[in-house]
């Protein structure tokens, strides 16, 4: 599997500000995806990181909430944005690595927001 | 649209014991991935077992194995020789090719391990 770190690990931040978490992978993978995990839920995708050119967010999130960048194969970034308590959650990116045909997804370690 | 269903919120088990957890999904494909995933307190989604649709064998990898119903729509874990390691919570989730690789994950089931 892919070695995966995101930065931070963890933060604690005022409303109304904007954070930006860090992904980034040992090694060039074909597909990386932004998950938020709100407290006791499962997981639910915000967005599909696209290389050199726009994500692919799903239902219920935007780009001005929650923009990425992914300039190359081994980086992205997710900022939340102006935001609220309800923004508290988990943060994890995982990504798909070349030539894996069942499109299992690795995990990193994921990053806690606090905001108060 | 694809959903997965863990009905069992939470599940306890000696140490050294056998336990199952369930997962249904739902679908109108054919051809299709299935994973478990656990999470312990670190938050970490670490990847246990993955089950390939068109295969017929059950995966199995070490003291965690499923059972494949393609026709009944399940797919539960199950994990022998329980150790504390192995609390957690568990995740299954299901993948469609024609989805690209987007997972659909259930609820979740929280596994106590009890000394």
């Known amino acids: 599997s892919a070695v995966i770190s995101q930065k931070p690990s963890r933060d604690i931040c005022q409303r109304g500000t904007s954070l930006t978490i860090q992904c980034q992978v040992d090694s060039q993978v074909t597909m990386m995806f932004w998950y938020r995990q709100q407290p006791g839920q499962s997981l639910t995708l915000i967005a599909t990181a696209n290389q050199g050119s726009e994500a692919t967010y799903e239902s219920g999130f935007v780009i001005d909430k929650f923009p990425i960048s992914r300039p190359n194969l081994t980086f992205s970034t997710l900022t939340v944005s102006n935001m609220s308590p309800e923004d508290s959650s988990i943060y994890l990116c995982?990504?798909?690595?070349?030539?894996?045909?069942?499109?299992?997804?690795?995990f990193g370690p994921g990053t806690r927001l606090l905001v108060l | 649209a694809q959903t997965v269903t863990q009905s069992q919120p939470e599940m306890s088990v000696q140490e050294a014991e056998t336990v199952t957890l369930s997962c249904t999904y739902d679908t109108s494909e054919s051809d299709y991935y299935l994973f478990w995933y656990k999470q312990p307190p670190s938050r970490q989604m670490i990847l246990v077992i993955r089950q390939e649709a068109y295969k017929q064998q059950n995966a199995t990898e070490n003291r965690f194995s499923v059972n494949f119903q393609k026709a009944a729509k399940s797919f539960s874990l199950k994990i022998s020789d329980s150790q504390l390691g192995d609390a957690a919570m568990y995740f299954c989730?299901?993948?469609?090719?024609?989805?690209?690789?987007?997972?659909?994950f259930g609820e979740g089931t929280q596994l106590t391990v009890n000394p």
């Open positions: 995982s990504v798909v690595r070349q030539g894996a045909s069942s499109g299992t997804q690795y």
């Open positions: 989730a299901y993948r469609s090719p024609s989805s690209g690789s987007r997972l659909t």
